[in-house]
């Protein structure tokens, strides 16, 4: 009885027939294609998950009288531009907007910068009573927000921050989900021997952070980033509570809009508008290199 394994191929008329492991490797790198249930399905979510924001635009452009009407509008109308400039100054989203690209750009820049060094340690250097600081951190997740909003406004109140952007900022330029997400990603893909490698080379604590853990945690650094973003952007409890009508945020200003006896839906729902597109903007921007980075983790993963 003849064995045929990888290291003695078979023979096939004469030749070398290739090894049924080389083929699977070469068969692994053919593009594949989807099927049209693939397109179906990827269709129909694509359809439900911009249902919400065509409804918003569709409501955006009708009035008022109309929107209370059955069945409702489903089509665009003539008022959009005109809503939206009623929005823009009932509200006064000049300021709301550049209060909330400040806030959400400090506090993503923040978390991300705050969390990837955070998350180093836990995942890589080894100090006394570790383990019981992730922990805790961890546990801090589980205490809801609410929880704090009473004695963090005190707080800010005492250091006389009240109804200023720092008291929207400072309490959330910390993340436990963003420490506990980079301690989990830096892992698996900061290997601890190209950390000894630059310290045999000489780097110094700065220098292994900035031109090792940075490159090597960039792709979690823009997912987290992302969802910072948005997560800020969308923030409404704490900014209604720590804010006034004079210097607010993007959600602050669009609770004014709700004001009236019998307020204006189709005005709200321009404001709302008006407070999603940069959100829109910025994925439409840098999506791209978002999911490239996310993939490319992925590869390195």
Do not use: C
């Not at 979690?220 to 409404?236: E, R, S």
Request: glycine share 8%.
């Amino acid at each position: 009885m003849t064995t045929i394994t990888d290291a003695t191929p078979p023979q096939v008329d004469g030749q070398e027939a290739e090894p049924p492991r080389r083929r699977r490797i070469l068969g692994a790198g053919k593009q594949l294609h989807a099927g049209p249930v693939t397109y179906l399905v990827l269709t129909l979510f694509a359809v439900i998950s911009l249902a919400p924001l065509l409804w918003t635009t569709i409501a955006a452009s009708r009035t008022n009288a109309r929107l209370a009407q059955t069945p409702p509008p489903f089509w665009f109308g003539g008022n959009l531009f005109k809503n939206l400039q009623t929005a823009w100054n009932q509200a006064g989203m000049g300021t709301a907007m550049w209060n909330t690209i400040l806030v959400a750009a400090t506090i993503t820049v923040g978390t991300v910068l705050f969390s990837t060094l955070a998350g180093f340690a836990f995942a890589k250097l080894r100090f006394r009573f570790s383990t019981t600081l992730l922990l805790m951190t961890i546990g801090t997740m589980m205490i809801p927000p609410q929880l704090a909003v009473v004695p963090l406004y005190l707080w800010m109140t005492d250091l006389g921050w009240a109804n200023h952007l720092q008291t929207v900022i400072l309490p959330t330029l910390v993340s436990a989900f963003g420490t506990f997400f980079m301690r989990q990603y830096l892992v698996q893909a900061l290997p601890t021997e190209l950390i000894e490698a630059a310290r045999v080379d000489g780097a110094s604590s700065l220098r292994v952070v900035w031109h090792v853990v940075f490159p090597a945690a960039r792709p979690a650094m823009a997912v987290l980033g992302l969802l910072t973003f948005v997560m800020a952007w969308n923030d409404f409890l704490w900014p209604i509570i720590a804010l006034n009508g004079e210097n607010p945020t993007v959600q602050v200003a669009l609770n004014q809009l709700g004001t009236g006896y019998i307020p204006d839906d189709s005005v709200i729902m321009a404001g709302a508008l008006l407070g999603t597109l940069p959100l829109l903007i910025a994925f439409l921007l840098f999506g791209k290199q978002i999911v490239g980075g996310i993939m490319q983790g992925a590869v390195k993963g």
